[in-house]
């Protein structure tokens, strides 16, 4: 089993950036491809980007791509979402998770954060 926990998530203006981290349990985090998705209120769960288990490839959606990046640190059992140039659109909680297969569908992630809040006011 792998437990997940996020943080870095905040209040910060239009424009500005956040760093995300999330730190798994377990000894079997490397095998796993990790993604973020995120929950606006009233919104369904949207995939935002994907990292496979060495970090060898990375899919990030469209309304991010030039604006955030995924990475990891299997040494350290951690996977960052590096967030710029955020817009209040981007406001919703993010979660991380894991899946034996690298995806964009979270139906097909077995193992979820409880999630970090993310707040970008205009």
């Known amino acids: 089993q792998v437990q997940l926990v996020e943080s870095g998530g905040g209040l910060v203006q239009a424009g500005g950036s956040l760093r995300l981290s999330c730190v798994a349990s377990?000894?079997?985090?490397?095998?796993?491809?990790m993604g973020w998705f995120r929950q606006a209120p009233g919104k369904e769960r949207e995939f935002v980007a994907v990292?496979?288990?060495?970090?060898?490839?990375?899919y990030r959606a469209d309304s991010v791509k030039d604006r955030f990046t995924i990475s990891r640190d299997n040494a350290k059992n951690t996977v960052y979402l590096q967030m710029n140039s955020l817009k209040s659109e981007d406001t919703a909680v993010y979660y991380c998770?894991?899946?034996?297969?690298?995806?964009?569908?979270?139906?097909?992630?077995?193992?979820w954060g409880q999630g970090t809040q993310v707040t970008v006011s205009s």
């Open positions: 377990g000894r079997t985090f490397r095998s796993y491809a």
């Open positions: 990292i496979t288990w060495n970090g060898g490839r990375t």
């Open positions: 998770a894991s899946a034996s297969h690298y995806g964009t569908n979270p139906d097909e992630y077995n193992y």
